[in-house]
Nanobody, 124 residues
Framework: QVQLVESGGGLVQAGGSLRLSCAAS????????MGWFRRVSGSEREFVAA????????YYADSVKGRFTISSDIAKSTVSLLMNSLKPEDTAVYYC?????????????????WGQGTQVIVSS
């Protein structure tokens, strides 16, 4: 099993920045992808960004490309999401996720472990 704990959410003005962190424990070295998803109340959970463990390839949703950066620190078993130029439409609960394989990296159904989520609110 893998346990994931997110931190770093909060309230920020539009145009500001936040860094989310995800601390992983357990069988972390057996996972091959980690990602960030978000959910706006009443909506489906949507893909934000992901990174593969083996080669560090990164993937981004079009809505955040150029503004968000995902990175991982294997030694510390953490994954971070740096969010710049935040917009009110980025307001959501952000979830960290981990998966055993790298298949279907954009699909939330292909991740095996999830954190509890951290709230991000961007005021206009």
């Amino acid at each position: 099993q893998v346990q994931l704990v997110e931190s770093g959410g909060g309230l920020v003005q539009a145009g500001g920045s936040l860094r989310l962190s995800c601390a992983a424990s357990g069988r972390v070295l057996s996972t091959n992808k980690m990602g960030w998803f978000r959910r706006v109340s009443g909506s489906e959970r949507e893909f934000v960004a992901a990174i593969t463990r083996s080669d560090g390839n990164t993937y981004y949703a079009d809505s955040v490309k150029g503004r968000f950066t995902i990175s991982s620190d294997i030694a510390k078993s953490t994954v971070s999401l740096l969010m710049n130029s935040l917009k009110p439409e980025d307001t959501a609960v952000y979830y960290c996720a981990a998966g055993w394989n790298v298949l279907n990296i954009l699909r939330d159904s292909r991740y095996d472990f999830w954190g509890q989520g951290t709230q991000v609110i961007v005021s206009s």
